[in-house]
T-cell receptor, first 114, second 115 residues
Framework: GNSVTQMEGPVTLSEEAFLTINCTYTATGYPSLFWYVQYPGEGLQLLLKATKADDKGSNKGFEATYRKETTSFHLEKGSVQVSDSAVYFCALSDRGGSNYKLTFGKGTLLTVNP | SQTIHQWPATLVQPVGSPLSLECTVEGTSNPNLYWYRQAAGRGLQLLFYSVGIGQISSEVPQNLSASRPQDRQFILSSKKLLLSDSGFYLC????FGTGRDSPLHFGNGTRLTVT
């Protein structure tokens, strides 16, 4: 079956620090990969996605590259801000039965201190 | 533009009481609809999904059920709540027929506490 493993948090950084959140996956097919972000008390929002090997998704200064050879999709940002404090979820989309389904990792809580 | 509404935002219910959470989507037709539960330290668990009116697929056996009485309405129910039903429930939609590239769009969730 499909699964997503992401680094356990919480991760605490100072403002302007470099961020990496690791994500690896296993899939039976050729999945699309996503990062979602959840701010306190809210639902999830799509942050970025990549649909094929070597694609780089980017948004709001965050980047992640689809690495098929290492089955990874690590999230990076060069300089984090306090407003980036949130829970980050890695996810994959693959066919399951008659529909495509998203499988999520457990989430990584990021706290950025001023 | 498309919007998704989910209510109530918070709910406290006693054990054994019934449950009804509602989710509606506006601005799109024939969406795929989903119910997820988020428990602390366990990520998101897919509970139900629906590709059309009256079509419900259940991912895990549990004390909950789902219904889709209208194209853009998705309801999560229980006849008798258990303590283990506590959690954060998220409704989501994706565009019909767009395959694996299509992202999910989430509502703001319902925090359910069973006492």
């Amino acid at each position: 079956g499909n699964s997503v493993t992401q680094m356990e948090g919480p991760v605490t950084l100072s403002e302007e620090a470099f961020l990496t959140i690791n994500c690896t996956y296993t899939a039976t097919g050729y999945p699309s990969l996503f990062w979602y972000v959840q701010y306190p008390g809210e639902g999830l929002q799509l942050l970025l996605k990549a649909t094929k090997a070597d694609d780089k998704g980017s948004n709001k200064g965050f980047e992640a590259t689809y690495r098929k050879e290492t089955t990874s999709f690590h999230l990076e940002k060069g300089s984090v801000q306090v407003s980036d404090s949130a829970v980050y979820f890695c996810a994959l989309s693959d066919r399951g039965g008659s529909n495509y389904k998203l499988t999520f990792g457990k989430g990584t809580l990021l706290t950025v201190n001023p | 533009s498309q919007t998704i509404h989910q209510w109530p935002a918070t709910l406290v219910q006693p054990v054994g009481s019934p449950l009804s959470l509602e989710c509606t989507v506006e601005g799109t037709s024939n969406p795929n609809l989903y119910w997820y539960r988020q428990a602390a330290g366990r990520g998101l668990q897919l509970l139900f999904y629906s590709v059309g009116i009256g079509q419900i697929s259940s991912e895990v056996p549990q004390n909950l059920s789902a219904s889709r009485p209208q194209d853009r309405q998705f309801i999560l129910s229980s006849k008798k709540l258990l303590l283990s039903d506590s959690g954060f429930y998220l409704c989501a939609w994706s565009a019909f027929g767009t395959g694996r590239d299509s992202p999910l769009h989430f509502g703001n969730g319902t925090r359910l506490t069973v006492t």
